[in-house]
Structure formats: C-alpha cells, structure tokens
C-alpha cells in the first residue's frame, strides 16, 4: 500500500526557512514532486526531482530559494525553502509519479498518489 506523509511545515517570519519532509512507504516511483495549495486558489506545481538521477525543474518563482532532494535509502523526499516571503503561505504537499512522464511532470493528473499536506505560514 502506497502512502506518502509530509511533516515540517510550521509558520516562520518572512525570510526564514523551513524543511519539509516526505516520507513514502509501499514502493518507489519514476518521479517526486511538491505542489502547494493557498485558500481559494489552484493546487500549484513548485518542484519535482527524478528519483533515480536526481534532475530537478522548479516554479521560476521558487528557484534560487528552495531546493528539492531526496534519500533513496529512506525513500523520502525533501524541500529545503529558503528566504521564505508571505507569498509562499500554502498547503505543501509531495507527490508521486509511477511512470515520470512527461520529463519534470509538473501537472497534477501526471501524479498518481499524494500526501495530505503540511501548512507553511510566513508571516510579514
């Protein structure tokens, strides 16, 4: 059975930093990705990361500030966000893919399972 639980969120000060974590039980996939989800808005692609070589795309918004990895030994996923702003204030949840594709799939209906989310609130 494949679940994935997200854990780190919290709130932080504009500027600061947070460490999401991922962890994946049932099998691995082609493909992890996070995505985020503000109140009223659309579920929002942010990262994703091949899990066999490592290649990372992100949201032109979060490059530069926040950087996607992950353990294989622990199947789990990570999302190092840095200089945090009020904008980023959302629900962050992982995702994963069975089959990777596209390249850097990065639209929701290219996951196949996902986590619950963890809230992250930057205050100004």
């Known amino acids: 059975q494949v679940r994935l639980v997200e854990s780190g969120g919290g709130l932080v000060q504009t500027g600061g930093s947070l460490r999401l974590s991922c962890a994946v039980s049932?099998?691995?996939?082609?493909?992890y990705g996070w995505f985020r989800q503000a109140p009223g808005k659309e579920r929002e692609f942010v990262a994703t990361i091949t899990w066999s070589g490592g290649s990372t795309y992100y949201l032109d918004s979060v490059k530069g500030r926040f950087t996607i990895s992950r353990d294989i030994a622990k199947n789990t996923l990570y999302l190092q966000m840095n200089s945090l702003k009020p904008e980023d204030t959302s629900v962050y949840l992982c995702?994963?893919?069975?089959?990777?594709?596209?390249?850097?799939?990065?639209?929701?209906?290219?996951?196949?399972?996902w986590g619950q989310g963890t809230q992250v609130t930057v205050s100004s």
């Open positions: 049932g099998r691995t996939f082609s493909s």
């Open positions: 995702a994963v893919s069975i089959n990777g594709t596209p390249p850097y799939p990065r639209r929701i209906y290219d996951y196949d399972y």
